[in-house]
């Protein structure tokens, strides 16, 4: 079993709508968890954090937290094309304090 | 957002040769810093965890007398890629840890061509 999964798309959502991106991870002390946004060609930005369960909102974005089901999403609202990336799911691993990261979903969001 | 910077952006280099590439926290302390290679369109894999005043810690696989590692402050790591071959060629990318934090910024990329 992969320690971070994601679905590697395409997710393809039209202007306006709401796009869901998920990851399952399989380390279950796992404390913290992060979404990036990786442009074709370019390096990842940090999108949101989160620690605990539940939701966390930021602007269009809300990242979700549970840690029972060993899972994470992030809700991208009135999706863009600026939005059409890939979208990386990274869990700070507990026993090596280390990311690992997803193998990413690319987002594509048409108009 | 904390700034990482990486320098050069891109380099093209004969087979053999050393190619230096550098990362700074440019407004804040990172007392880890981290390498990591990305294939085309295969997801980062980490090379290596660079300290500031000691050793890197290299991630199984990778060659630490191929990927010299020096993380000379709390601002400046350098990863240098000796005698670098045509499968050395990746997209290079550094991150910085914000201290007391396990949140990680990363800097722009470094594109490595060898020929």
């Known amino acids: 079993q992969k320690e971070v999964e994601q679905n590697s798309g395409p997710l393809s959502v039209p202007e306006g709508a709401i796009a869901s991106l998920n990851c399952t991870y399989s380390d279950r002390g796992s404390q913290s968890f992060f979404w990036y946004r990786q442009y074709s060609g370019k390096s990842p930005e940090l999108i949101m954090s989160i620690y605990s369960n539940g939701d966390k909102e930021d602007g269009r974005f809300t990242a979700q937290l549970n840690k029972a089901s060993q899972y994470v999403s992030l809700l991208i609202r009135d999706s863009q094309p600026s939005d059409s990336a890939t979208y990386l799911c990274a869990v700070n691993m507990k026993e090596t304090d280390k990311l690992i990261f997803g193998t990413g979903t690319r987002l594509q969001v048409f108009p | 957002g904390a700034v990482v910077s990486q320098h050069p952006s891109r380099v093209i280099c004969k087979s053999g040769t050393s190619v230096k590439i550098e990362c700074r926290s440019l407004?804040?302390?990172?007392?880890?810093m981290f390498w990591y290679r990305q294939f085309p369109k295969k997801s980062l894999m980490l090379m290596a965890t660079?300290?500031?005043?000691?050793?890197?810690?290299?991630e199984q696989g990778v060659e630490k007398d191929k990927f010299l590692i020096n993380h000379a402050s709390l601002t400046l790591s350098t990863l240098t890629v000796t005698s670098a071959h045509p499968e050395d060629s990746s997209f290079y990318i550094c991150s910085a840890r914000v201290r007391g934090t396990d949140t990680q910024y990363f800097g722009p990329g470094t594109r490595l061509t060898v020929l």
């Open positions: 407004d804040f302390q990172a007392t880890t």
């Open positions: 660079s300290n500031e005043g000691s050793k890197a810690t290299y």
